[in-house]
């Protein structure tokens, strides 16, 4: 089954670049081009694709409110951002508002294929000490302590202690080695986790933690 990708950039040569990259492959279906996010939100729900490459700067709406807008209206899409600048304020703010990941623009296509197949398969993109290390950054944008979401009630002492060591951008295996468990029991606590908290991938569960103030920035940020 392929994997329909929408492409949402405001240079049609990207476009066209990204979509020989993509069509070349026999897994990845190009559905759709946006030039701008408004667009991008429009063809998104019309045709449902698996992965949008959204680019962080474009007219009329950016990226990351179009992110923003299309996931809050409910859409199942995996969102990768694309940026020329590496863990800058418009990726950390593509995050808060649900992006998967981020790439350079500058990827290699190998990269750009395996990120597309990475993220539609419900894996995460970026490594846990990436997004710990961008939040750390920008942790005083965060609303550190803005009150505990409620949902947090709903974990067991152990997946609360999970989510504290994701958060802490540790992966799998670390967390496994961490609490003297198998890294199958992890990954399934770390469903079970996501699931209750209604969140679509582990950078989505750094993030409610650095806010619910259950983690503190890194010295030095």
């Not at 279906?29 to 680019?55: C, F, T």
């Not at 990726?91 to 981020?102: M, T």
């Not at 469903?191 to 969140?199: A, D, N, P, T, Y």
Request: proline share 4%; glycine share 8%.
């Amino acid at each position: 089954m392929s994997i329909r990708v929408l492409i949402a950039d405001d240079q049609a040569l990207v476009r066209s670049g990204f979509r020989m990259i993509l069509e070349a492959r026999d897994d990845l279906v190009v559905v759709g081009e946006a030039e701008n996010g408004a667009q991008a939100i429009e063809l998104a729900r019309e045709l449902e694709p698996d992965v949008v490459l959204m680019d962080v700067r474009m007219p009329v709406l950016d990226g990351v409110e179009a992110t923003r807008r299309l996931l809050e209206a409910g859409s199942e899409a995996r969102v990768i951002i694309l940026t020329t600048f590496d863990l800058d304020e418009y990726v950390f703010e593509a995050l808060r508002a649900g992006a998967s990941g981020f790439l350079l623009k500058d990827v290699q296509p190998a990269q750009l294929v395996e990120a597309i197949r990475v993220v539609a398969s419900g894996e995460e993109l970026l490594a846990p000490s990436i997004t710990r290390r961008l939040l750390d950054r920008f942790a005083a944008s965060l609303d550190a302590g803005r009150g505990t979401p409620p949902e947090l009630d709903s974990l067991t002492p152990r997946e609360l202690e999970i989510l504290r060591l994701i958060a802490g951008g540790l992966t799998n295996a670390e967390i496994a080695s961490e609490l003297f468990v198998s890294e199958t029991t992890v990954k399934t606590h770390v469903s079970s986790v996501l699931r209750k908290l209604h969140l679509r991938d582990r950078v989505q569960a750094v993030v409610l933690a650095y806010e619910a103030g259950l983690v503190r920035p890194g010295p030095g940020g």
